[in-house]
């Protein structure tokens, strides 16, 4: 009685086909995938920018109770220091002067240069 033997493996042709459509797939998401980087450091730039909004409010209002309360904010890079941590890594604040009792409009700078705003209140 004679045996059969059965090749295993795929063909050439197969193996083209998939790495054509590996190609073709990876053609397709690479320029998606850089798009959302930029889209996520955008938006985690916007996301530090209202971390520090909402700080700077909730300072201005313990401020207001007692003064032992909160820190001094007479310019938009003293923000900073109403955000539990502090500022992360790689965000700069740009200078501005901010008088008692007055709001301004701040600029936060982010990675890959990104930009938003936030707003500081100042009290001293």
Do not use: H, W
Request: proline share 2%; glycine share 10%.
């Amino acid at each position: 009685m004679k045996q059969l033997r059965k090749n295993l493996g795929f063909t050439l042709i197969e193996l083209i086909i998939v790495i054509a459509i590996i190609g073709i797939l990876a053609a397709v998401a690479i320029p998606k995938f850089i798009d959302l980087s930029s889209t996520a450091q955008s938006t985690a730039t916007t996301a530090v920018a209202g971390a520090l909004s909402a700080a700077n409010a909730s300072n201005y209002a313990s401020r207001k109770l007692s003064s032992t309360l909160g820190v001094p904010v007479a310019n938009c890079t003293d923000v900073a220091n109403t955000l539990a941590g502090g500022l992360p890594s790689g965000y700069t604040i740009t200078s501005g002067a901010i008088s008692a009792g007055n709001t301004v409009t701040c600029t936060l700078t982010g990675l890959n240069s990104t930009t938003a705003t936030f707003t500081g209140t100042g009290i001293s």
